[in-house]
């Protein structure tokens, strides 16, 4: 009986959580999108430069908020791009609590697996600055 009622846990949980990452990842294919299309229109009107080297891009996050306020399409298209790094790991952490919270310790591993991993991989790129 438990067998059972286990199966239908895992049932539950998984149904709960395939609509809430699928919530999540279309409103940040949204997001991507918006500011993706945003950057390539700024980037039209304004004509400005991509810059070639690290050292054109932001100094920090002043600069940077300099640079959206005065809609320029670099500071676009780094939002973009810091929606799809940050989309898949919002889905990741709220399917951690998901599963915390129905007590399914297996897929809560899982996800935290997975998280680690992501997370991992960022900040050892980010330290070495791999390409």
Same mark, same amino acid.
């Given at each position: 009986m438990s067998m059972i009622q286990d199966k239908s846990k895992d049932i539950k949980s998984s149904k709960?959580?395939? *609509?809430?990452? /699928?919530k999540i990842l279309r409103t940040g294919r949204y997001f991507i999108l918006?500011? /993706?299309l945003l950057g390539s229109i700024a980037f039209l009107l304004h004509s400005e430069e991509i810059p070639k080297t690290? *050292?054109? /891009?932001? %100094?920090?996050? *002043? %600069?940077?908020?300099f640079s959206a306020y005065h809609l320029h399409a670099r500071a676009f298209f780094y939002l973009g791009t810091l929606a799809v790094i940050i989309t898949p790991?919002?889905?990741i952490f709220v399917l951690i609590f998901i599963f915390f919270k129905e007590r399914n310790k297996k897929f809560m591993v899982i996800a935290a697996l997975v998280s680690f991993i992501i997370i991992l991989s960022i900040v050892v790129g980010s330290i070495f600055h791999l390409r």
């Amino acid at each position: 009986m438990s067998m059972i009622q286990d199966k239908s846990k895992d049932i539950k949980s998984s149904k709960l959580a395939d *609509q809430t990452v /699928y919530k999540i990842l279309r409103t940040g294919r949204y997001f991507i999108l918006g500011f /993706y299309l945003l950057g390539s229109i700024a980037f039209l009107l304004h004509s400005e430069e991509i810059p070639k080297t690290r *050292q054109e /891009y932001f %100094h920090n996050f *002043q %600069h940077f908020l300099f640079s959206a306020y005065h809609l320029h399409a670099r500071a676009f298209f780094y939002l973009g791009t810091l929606a799809v790094i940050i989309t898949p790991l919002v889905s990741i952490f709220v399917l951690i609590f998901i599963f915390f919270k129905e007590r399914n310790k297996k897929f809560m591993v899982i996800a935290a697996l997975v998280s680690f991993i992501i997370i991992l991989s960022i900040v050892v790129g980010s330290i070495f600055h791999l390409r």
